[in-house]
């Protein structure tokens, strides 16, 4: 009984770096009155925000199924296929995190859940058709059942084709989420569930890429792949409430409008579950052995599946001591199973938090900690601290800084029963950011970050976890415009250069940019306003990561060079009243102007130039 209660010890001390910042959630404050034809968002992390109605660019410009309006990434074939993220992001390159982190840009993640406040019902649909390959439908509706109570409803469906054989991927999002406000305030509610599930056919990559590079077969169809069986399908399951109750409450102070402000002292309970399954199917032919020799499975057939069970029940103070600032500090366990076809782990810990908030005239300072003093993961900690500054109206600074300690990640590869085994030898890994930003008039925002990590894991080329010996030291200096040459014309970029003291293993490119210029211009005395404009973006060389589909991640690839790519998009968008209809030409230039080289990871073209149409339509009841 011992034995096993160390086991899961050692185990347990993988995922509480993952979940440390779900305590980071920004105070909820019920907004005032707004005015009748205002219509207000906010998510976890944010306050409300006004909703956007005028259909800017970045409203229905998005490129992937998150519709994210950034074309800096490396879309592994197709709509839905796994992304590789040229820009360093400690989220996403953490390759031994539980959940398939290639298809995280596929998920409705946490950050993106929206509460709505609005004063009439709002429902809004968006269809994208790519000739020949597949179709997106997303729909949202969101109502005020009075002025205190609001609920969301989301669902989106995703049906995609890739260029070459066996290349597929299905995948259904659902998300419903929740505002509720008492009519003394003393009440708030707030909560989501979503239910995502996704279905892909994996071909393992191409088996030549002169095939590609050369573009010797033209007919995508026919080209060699590594296998022509074999699927994955995953499945998540996430729900979150939170209850704050005020308990005091009194007059404070008031602004220069004479509008008054309590502070307030109350209770609150916070929950949160997250159930994750992953299976990989497939049928081995002879011919298969020659990418399967490393994987330590049968050469009949493969049939695996994982389940992982995450449970968080905390209970929390809050003080709003003015409108300047605020405090909280909670407590809670935390719960995890995480089972396969031949192992099952159970553990849990015990969690201590604090975030605080305070601003002073023009300055605002925040800073949080996360503790596990006992438990399966004593010792894991997180430290974080940022303070921001605004000068006048478009002037503005922010320096930050964090520092994390967290249990070896090698937990989150037991992806499969037979696979990849746990490793006690792994040292805790310690991560330690800092960075700053500067907001100015014309030049835009300049970003500079930097990171030294210690002790980082990743999936080696025989697909068992490594660990890196020594510090990895990175540089991150990036720079954000937008610029109005004439009053119809617009151009934005932005460009990062990235210093990697190590980029064997944290592969990545030194450069990368990406832009666009855009015309808006109206026709037919104003009643069809149309945005016709290119964009493009580049990546500088680097070392290929490769892409398991058994494993559904990245991992260090005995692989050549990839990138310096140069990919460009023409579009067009036409709207008339709350409809619009965008037609957009991507990877134009492939072939032409630009060779065949685009990949995104070892054997994994990004998709050939086709032409996509869609619709966007708000209804406003």
């Not at 429902?123 to 000739?131: F, I, K, M, P, S």
């Not at 990919?567 to 492939?590: G, L, S």
Request: with cysteine.
């Amino acid at each position: 009984m011992k034995k096993k209660f160390q086991t899961s010890k050692e185990v347990a001390m993988a995922f509480c770096a993952v979940f440390s910042g779900l305590s980071l959630q920004a105070q909820f404050q019920w907004p005032e009155p707004i005015p009748s034809v205002a219509f207000q968002y906010r998510t976890l992390q944010s306050d409300f925000k006004m909703l956007d109605t005028a259909f800017r660019p970045e409203l229905y410009g998005g490129f992937a199924f998150d519709e994210s309006t950034s074309r800096l990434r490396l879309e592994a074939g197709n709509l839905g296929a796994p992304v590789f993220e040229p820009i360093y992001n400690p989220m996403y390159h953490a390759y031994l995190h539980w959940g398939n982190y290639p298809f995280y840009h596929n998920r409705v993640r946490q950050e993106q859940v929206l509460f709505f406040k609005v004063t009439a019902p709002l429902t809004e649909a968006r269809y994208l058709q790519g000739y020949n390959r597949g179709q997106l439908f997303r729909i949202f509706h969101t109502q005020n059942i009075h002025s205190r109570w609001n609920f969301n409803l989301h669902w989106q469906r995703l049906n995609s084709e890739g260029f070459y054989p066996h290349m597929n991927t299905e995948r259904s999002n659902f998300t419903i989420s929740t505002d509720y406000c008492s009519p003394d305030k003393r009440y708030v509610f707030t909560g989501y569930y979503t239910y995502q599930r996704q279905l892909s056919n994996e071909n393992g990559g191409l088996r030549f890429d002169t095939v590609f590079t050369q573009n010797t077969r033209r007919d995508r169809p026919l080209v060699p792949v590594k296998f022509r069986e074999g699927r994955s399908v995953s499945s998540i399951q996430e729900a979150y409430f939170q209850h704050r109750y005020s308990l005091i409450s009194a007059i404070s102070d008031s602004d220069e409008t004479g509008r008054k402000y309590s502070s307030v002292t109350g209770i609150g309970h916070r929950m949160y579950y997250s159930g994750e399954k992953y299976q990989y199917i497939k049928s081995h032919r002879p011919d298969d052995t020659l990418y399967f020799r490393d994987f330590y499975y049968s050469f009949e057939k493969t049939d695996d599946s994982t389940a992982f069970i995450f449970f968080r029940n905390e209970a929390f103070l809050f003080a709003e001591l003015s409108k300047n600032a605020y405090a909280e500090a909670g407590a809670g366990f935390q719960h995890s199973l995480h089972g396969g076809r031949f192992h099952s782990r159970y553990f849990s810990q015990f969690r201590l938090y604090g975030d605080v908030s305070w601003k002073l005239n023009r300055l605002l300072l925040t800073a949080g900690i996360s503790h596990h003093p006992v438990g399966e993961a004593s010792g894991t900690s997180s430290l974080q601290a940022a303070a921001s500054i605004f000068w006048f109206k478009h002037y503005s600074a922010k320096a930050y800084i964090k520092n994390s300690v967290e249990a070896p990640h090698t937990f989150f590869v037991l992806h499969l029963s037979n696979l990849t085994a746990w490793n006690r030898t792994f040292s805790y890994i310690r991560y330690r950011e800092m960075g700053g930003t500067v907001e100015l008039p014309i030049v835009g925002t300049l970003e500079a970050k930097a990171w030294i990590n210690q002790g980082l894991l990743f999936i080696g080329d025989d697909l068992r976890p490594v660990q890196h010996q020594g510090p990895i030291s990175i540089a991150q200096f990036q720079w954000r415009t937008e610029y109005r040459p004439a009053k119809f014309l617009t151009y934005r970029h932005r460009i990062t250069n990235q210093q990697i003291s190590d980029r064997e293993v944290l592969r990545l490119p030194q450069w990368a940019a990406e832009a666009d210029v855009f015309a808006k211009f109206s026709l037919f005395r104003g009643n069809l306003s149309v945005i016709a404009g290119v964009g493009g973006m580049y990546v500088s060389r680097f070392k290929a990561m490769g892409y398991t589909p058994v494993l559904g991640t990245f991992y260090l690839a005995n692989s050549g060079l990839i990138g310096n790519t140069f990919i460009a998009d023409a579009f067009m968008h036409f709207q008339i009243k709350n409809a619009v209809i965008t037609v957009r030409y991507e990877n134009a230039t492939a072939g032409w102007l630009t060779p065949f080289n685009y990949f995104a990871a070892a054997g994994y073209p990004v998709a050939d130039p086709f032409l996509r149409v869609g619709i966007l339509w708000r209804f406003f009841n």
